[in-house]
């Protein structure tokens, strides 16, 4: 199984910080988040990992070379000026990442997930990994219903950016910048999504408080 690590986001909300530096390089405990899921990838054993680029992606290239580091392979996937979000993302890098399930983490979440987790997962669509709603995301985002994902249910749960995603779960998209939540929401309201949650530590530093927040944990 390949893995790919979404890294080609502005951070809009993380600015003046990012105006030099990308989320996946933010440091936390003096190492970088990308850097983190690299070793926890490696761990895991992926060797194959794929890595989009768009908004200062020449420094995450620079940072983490070919992956020999941590005895993976990276790929790289350039996209263009503005990037083309999660789901145009994923569905540009579809040639690398092979015509099998493969697994998807966020590059800027801090998490401990067993990502060995994934590698067993029989997905026809996709799998997705849910968390107990932080407060950031009251509401959530999913329901769980009998192991399968349920956009409209309750109790909801927040996704957690981790999950496996079977390639043809972008056979009816169209190329360019789109999100992959309502590629998502469609192929779990036909029920072709399933789903665990996980309870461990997890920490997205989608602001500047929460980043300071896990930094000071």
Request: proline letters at 7%.
């Amino acid at each position: 199984m390949r893995a790919m690590i979404l890294a080609a986001g502005r951070g809009e909300r993380l600015r003046p910080l990012t105006n030099t530096v990308p989320k996946p390089l933010f440091e936390v405990d003096g190492k970088p988040l990308i850097e983190r899921h690299l070793e926890k990838l490696a761990q895991a054993g992926f060797r194959e990992i794929i890595i989009n680029l768009a908004y200062l992606g020449d420094m995450i290239r620079d940072t983490l070379g070919k992956g020999s580091a941590w005895n993976v392979n990276i790929h790289y996937c350039q996209e263009p000026p503005g990037a083309l979000g999660t789901g145009g993302g994923i569905q540009q890098a579809l040639p690398l990442l092979g015509a099998t399930p493969f697994a998807v983490i966020n590059g800027d979440v801090f998490t401990d997930y067993p990502l060995a987790r994934l590698r067993a997962i029989k997905c026809n669509y996709a799998h997705l990994v849910l968390i107990p709603n932080p407060e950031h995301n009251k509401n959530g985002d999913f329901a769980l219903q009998a192991g399968r994902i349920d956009p409209a249910g309750q109790p909801r749960y927040t996704f957690s950016g981790i999950g496996v995603y079977h390639p043809r779960l972008f056979e009816s998209s169209l190329p360019g910048r789109f999100s992959v939540v309502p590629v998502l929401i469609a192929a779990a309201t036909a029920k072709k999504v399933t789903g665990e949650i996980y309870h461990g530590n997890w920490h997205d530093i989608g602001t500047k408080e929460r980043l300071d927040t896990l930094r000071g944990r």
